[in-house]
């Protein structure tokens, strides 16, 4: 379960600020308001009852039986019931019991409920394996059959049915307030709180309540509706109260006196009506809620993706140069110019993820991409693969695979390009295999997609050729991806990549989830396969130690352009951007023990508040003033080196 | 190894939770104030061989529990009662062995009364949830591959304006509908039907059952639907979706192997708590369609005060309900290669 967005935010803004907020929020979620009006609405009949029925409460109006049943007219709106009396006016006293008992019962359940999730949760233990237990069992056993036993067993009082319902009710809010007292539990402030000897008691006031109203007070509403139906089942039952004419209650008396024979479908129909109205008014409001306090993101992988904007490349494309470690007549086989990538939402201006961005990829050659968090290279990697989430979309620029440009493919051409001529590895996290099926069928699947005629015997021996290529023996590929360990995760991750023999491999931070000796031992994988299977390679990363060692290229990016791109031996002995040079810094030389580690200080712009000049102007210690005014264009320092800074154009080739 | 010890918890912990609503049964008969036993006794109907024969026969004259009246049930040593002489031995007795008592209304042994009718619960109950589940799922699925679409929130109002039904309701205006249109308005079988060969009765017996299982199946399947499309959105968006699309999947394989297995498995879970809610249902439709299961021997029992048909149909619907909620989780464990130990 996730935890709720309100959750993160510290508990000290005022209640009054709080409230403006979430209001202005609500109240463009059609759905909340609809149920909010409907509650309004009757709750307003509720209370004004008196002044908006035609008649008195249980009026009898004409003792004879030409009374009965009388269908709507001018005098009876709604018609009369079994015993004669107005229907509308029955319905609007009716909302009264109805909406009084669901209230109150309500109240009980969420109050036993929230106590025993809060204790079962904060507690732990043996208290909370108790009071678990002893919810399953509550809530394992029906609730409506107990509840007419018990209402049966005992007097059918409206104040004993508000209560039975209300001490069965309490089973699902346990549950859900239970789990986010866990959740919070955990968090910073509660163990500081608990370190510096807070009461248990305050702590749960000040720190957890807070925390778990919202999801209460969600789950609130849902009881709500949850006892009024109860309560009218109960009196559909004949278990209602007889002095309390409730909605359910009309029902039955209508139900079980012959309504259904003389066709008096007023009588079932209006109060019928009223529960609905009630309960869906609660259920749309309870939903309204819980999208504002628990938003989310309604987004998957499948969602139809953005339209690709095609333009012509503007700007010149880049001239590739040679690189030290690489011969360089080996061919380009990846390259991009001028992509620009932008995340497009309903309500705001597009946030600019990327812009401007190019680069080459010659044969056997591993470009490492580097840059911090939400600087755009995770984006880029995504969209060469053309696998961006569903606000994703490619306004500018192309991607040339070979002879084929990769932005203009339809979906299905894309889907033969994937794996097979560009594959990747992504971050090891637990679900980047699907814990449900064995890892060699995930292998073979691949396999099997780009090339339908290998089958079973060929089929199982090339998986276990992969496998054995990174180290893992072969009779784990019957095994789930939980029976792996991190590092054998992420090598079977690269055996899948390279399943296809495609001509690059994209690795999006393969061993940041990893322990260092780990990472070694896959860092060391990649790189002996890259020289076996003349692999390109783009490695993303933010460990420059690992770039030195591997890369042969380097493409610095910063708030989503590139701030440098060269020769990897360029990079760390003749930066030109004030930004690499910072970077550098950062990081340990081991041949220089004792120099002092620098940190850039700020953090790194977001994107739908860009500095209208340099991106990194805000933290550089070399800007000037033309840096916050105009964005640098990508110079060319020489044939393998490009920098986006002011300070680089004096010296940039023509 | 694990798994085995696992299967035996959840089976161990299943026959806990019957034993507690057996305790559970008995008090509420036997210490709430309208205990059927002592009440059936000041029935001025019955004649005194036949008060003393229910005396005997449910043991009224003994202790309910052991010290009961210290309430202090464990205190074997200075109660001079044998503990397996109270009344609460007695009834447990009786119910191992088949005895759930007489019948108030009809005489008949309730244990026989029950028996006949649990199956036709079941037939109903049975084609309503398959129905309410194929339904919302296909719904579910739709939903969410197409979220955020007008046929998502199309279909979010019907699930939603459906959930929000009362059953009883449903079901009443169904049967005024369809009673108008030629239906039958209640029953399992048309009088005269049971001398009929096999087809034309399973025949009268599906027209009677039409009414109430969609009735059945409108109300529940909204629920599904909701739980479908939410588990289903919560798996698109997992990696492993993404990693099956970089294969080069197209967006068909992905749900077919990758999105609908694993979308399941909380379905399987949201069933299984379910069970108890279906139950609910059932009470109300089969007593609004007079359909002859546990829930209308529940509801006429209420009426009639049958305290022996209303307490042996409780327990009944409770064991069956724990049966099948025992049968989800194990079939939970199956298909969920993760599930280890508790």
Same mark, same amino acid.
């Given at each position: 379960m996730t935890e709720s967005a309100l959750v993160s935010a510290p508990a000290t803004p005022s209640i009054a600020t709080r409230f403006a907020d979430f209001w202005r929020v609500f109240r463009r979620n059609k759905m909340g308001i609809v149920g909010f009006v409907m509650l309004l609405?009757?709750?307003?009949?509720? %209370?004004?009852?008196?002044?908006?029925?035609?008649?008195?409460?249980?009026?009898?109006?004409? +003792?004879? !039986?030409?009374?009965?049943?009388?269908?709507?007219?001018?005098?009876?709106?709604?018609? !009369?019931?079994?015993?004669?009396?107005?229907?509308?006016?029955?319905?609007?006293?009716? =909302? &009264?019991?109805?909406?009084? %008992? @669901?209230?109150?019962?309500?109240?009980?359940?969420?109050?036993?409920?929230g106590l025993i999730g809060i204790v079962a949760g904060y507690y732990g233990g043996r208290v909370e394996n108790v009071l678990m237990r002893f919810n399953d069992i509550m809530l394992v056993i029906p609730d409506l059959p107990l509840m007419v036993v018990i209402v049966a067993l005992t007097k059918p009082s409206l104040f004993n049915i508000i209560f039975v319902i209300g001490l069965l009710g309490w089973t699902t809010t346990s549950r859900i307030v239970r789990s986010q007292t866990l959740?919070?539990?955990?968090?910073?402030?509660?163990?500081?709180?608990?370190?510096?000897?807070?009461?248990?008691?305050?702590? /749960?006031?000040?720190?957890? #309540?807070?925390?778990?109203?919202?999801?209460?007070?969600?789950?609130?509403?849902? +009881?709500?509706? =949850?006892?009024? *139906?109860?309560e009218s089942v109960l009196s559909f039952l004949g278990?209602?109260?007889?002095?309390?004419?409730?909605?359910?209650?009309? $029902?039955?008396?209508?139900? @079980?006196?012959?309504?259904?024979?003389?066709?008096?479908?007023?009588?079932?129909?209006?109060?019928?009506?009223?529960?609905?109205w009630v309960v869906l008014g609660l259920t749309l409001f309870g939903h309204g809620l819980e999208q504002v306090l628990n938003p989310r993101l309604e987004t998957h992988h499948l969602m139809r993706a953005q339209p690709t904007v095609r333009h012509e490349a503007t700007g010149k494309p880049l001239r590739p140069g040679p690189r030290t470690r690489l011969p360089s007549e080996a061919p380009i086989v990846l390259q991009a110019n001028d992509l620009s990538i932008s995340y497009v939402s309903d309500d705001r201006p597009p946030a600019r993820a990327v812009e401007n961005v190019s680069f080459y990829l010659r044969e056997g050659e591993l470009m490492g991409l580097v840059g911090e968090s939400g600087c755009g290279k995770t984006t880029l990697a995504l969209s060469l693969l053309r696998l961006l989430p569903a606000a994703g979309q490619v306004v500018n620029g192309e991607i040339w695979f070979g002879d084929t440009e990769l932005t203009g493919l339809t979906d299905e051409e894309m889907e033969q390009v994937r794996w097979k001529g560009i594959s990747m590895v992504f971050q090891g996290a637990m679900n980047a295999l699907n814990p449900v099926r064995t890892v060699g069928d995930q292998i073979a699947e691949a396999i099997v997609k780009h090339d339908p005629t290998m089958k079973d015997a060929a089929l199982e021996a090339r998986v276990s050729e992969l496998l054995d290529l990174v180290g893992i023996s072969p009779e784990h590929n019957r095994h789930f991806p939980h029976q792996y360990s991190g590092g054998m995760r992420q090598r079977a991750m690269i055996a899948m990549a390279l399943a296809c023999n495609p001509k690059v491999i994209v690795a999006d931070e393969p061993t940041t989830a990893l322990d260092v000796m780990i990472q070694a031992q896959v860092l060391e994988l990649l790189?002996?396969?890259? &020289?076996? $299977?003349?692999?390109?390679?783009?490695? %993303?990363?933010?460990?420059?130690?690992?770039?030195?060692?591997?890369?042969?290229? %380097?493409?610095?990016?910063?708030? @989503?352009?590139?701030?440098e791109y060269a020769d990897v031996d360029t990079i760390y002995n003749a930066a030109r951007h004030?930004?690499?040079?910072?970077?550098?810094?950062?990081?340990?030389? *081991?041949?220089?023990?004792?120099?002092?580690?620098?940190?850039?200080?700020?953090?790194?712009?977001?994107?739908?508040?860009?500095?209208?000049?340099c991106r990194f102007a805000p933290r550089c210690p070399l800007a000037f003033e033309r840096c916050l005014v105009e964005q640098p264009a990508i110079h060319q320092l020489s044939?393998?080196?490009?920098?986006?800074?002011?300070?680089?154009?004096e010296t940039k080739q023509p | 190894m694990k798994r085995w010890r696992y299967l035996l918890g959840k089976i161990g912990w299943a026959v806990f939770t019957v034993l507690f609503v057996l305790v559970l049964n008995f008090f509420l008969f036997r210490v709430l104030p309208g205990d059927p036993a002592r009440a059936g006794i000041h029935d001025p109907r019955l004649k005194k061989e036949a008060i003393e024969a229910i005396r005997v026969r449910f043991g009224l004259d003994k202790p309910v529990i052991n010290c009961f009246e210290s309430l202090n049930p464990v205190k074997f040593g200075s109660c001079a009662v044998n503990p397996l002489d109270t009344q609460f031995f007695i009834y447990v007795k009786n119910l191992l062995q088949g005895e759930m008592g007489i019948s108030y209304h009809t005489n008949r042994p309730v244990a026989n009364i029950l028996a006949e009718r649990l199956w036709n619960t079941?037939?109903?109950?049975?084609?309503?949830?398959?129905?309410?589940?194929?339904?919302?799922?296909?719904? @579910? +699925?739709?939903?969410?591959?197409?979220? &955020?679409?007008? /046929?998502?929130?199309?279909?979010?109002?019907?699930?939603?304006?459906?959930?929000? #039904?009362?059953?009883?309701? *449903?079901?009443?205006?169904l049967l005024f509908w369809g009673s108008n249109h030629g239906l039958p308005i209640g029953g399992m079988q048309t009088p005269g039907m049971s001398s009929q060969p096999f087809f034309a009765r399973a025949g009268d017996v599906l027209s009677h059952m039409l009414l109430p299982t969609l009735t059945y199946t409108i109300v529940y399947m909204g629920e599904y639907m909701l739980i479908m499309r939410s588990s289903l959105l919560d798996v698109l968006s997992e990696d492993y979706v993404l990693t099956a699309k970089a294969k080069g999947l197209n967006t068909f394989q992905v749900l077919k192997d990758h999105a609908l297995k694993n979308a399941m498995l909380p379905l399987v879970t949201v069933i299984a708590i379910n069970l108890g809610f279906t139950m609910a249902g059932a009470v109300q439709i089969e007593s609004v369609f007079s359909w002859p299961g546990l829930g209308g021997a529940i509801y006429e029992a209420v009426n009639r005060r049958d305290f022996p048909v209303l307490q042996g149909a409780f327990l009944l619907i409770a064991v069956a309900v724990i049966v099948a909620n025992l049968i989800a989780e194990l079939t939970y464990a199956y298909l969920d290669p993760r599930v280890q130990s508790e």
């Open positions: 609405v009757i709750v307003f009949v509720a %209370v004004f009852a008196h002044v908006i029925a035609p008649y008195g409460p249980s009026a009898q109006h004409g +003792v004879g !039986t030409s009374d009965i049943y009388n269908p709507p007219s001018a005098a009876h709106w709604f018609g !009369t019931d079994d015993a004669g009396q107005d229907v509308f006016t029955n319905f609007v006293y009716g =909302a &009264r019991v109805s909406l009084i %008992v @669901g209230f109150f019962a309500a109240f009980i359940s969420v109050f036993i409920g959740a919070v539990k955990s968090r910073k402030f509660v163990l500081r709180a608990r370190a510096i000897g807070a009461g248990n008691r305050h702590i /749960i006031r000040r720190h957890i #309540l807070p925390l778990v109203m919202p999801i209460l007070v969600v789950n609130a509403v849902l +009881v709500v509706s =949850a006892a009024i *139906l109860d278990l209602g109260d007889p002095t309390a004419l409730s909605w359910g209650q009309m $029902l039955n008396y209508a139900f @079980g006196r012959g309504a259904m024979s003389t066709g008096a479908w007023w009588a079932l129909i209006v109060p019928g009506f009223g529960i609905v790189d002996s396969l890259r &020289r076996k $299977l003349g692999l390109s390679i783009i490695f %993303v990363t933010h460990d420059l130690g690992v770039v030195a060692e591997m890369c042969d290229s %380097v493409l610095v990016m910063y708030g @989503g352009v590139t701030a004030p930004y690499t040079q910072e970077l550098l810094k950062a990081f340990p030389d *081991l041949t220089h023990p004792e120099r002092r580690l620098v940190s850039i200080p700020g953090h790194p712009p977001k994107l739908d508040q860009l500095p209208p000049g044939d393998w080196h490009y920098a986006s800074c002011h300070l680089a154009e | 079941i037939l109903l109950i049975g084609a309503g949830q398959l129905l309410a589940i194929f339904i919302g799922v296909i719904f @579910g +699925v739709f939903a969410a591959w197409k979220a &955020r679409t007008s /046929i998502d929130y199309g279909a979010l109002i019907v699930s939603l304006l459906a959930w929000s #039904l009362p059953t009883f309701w *449903l079901g009443i205006i």
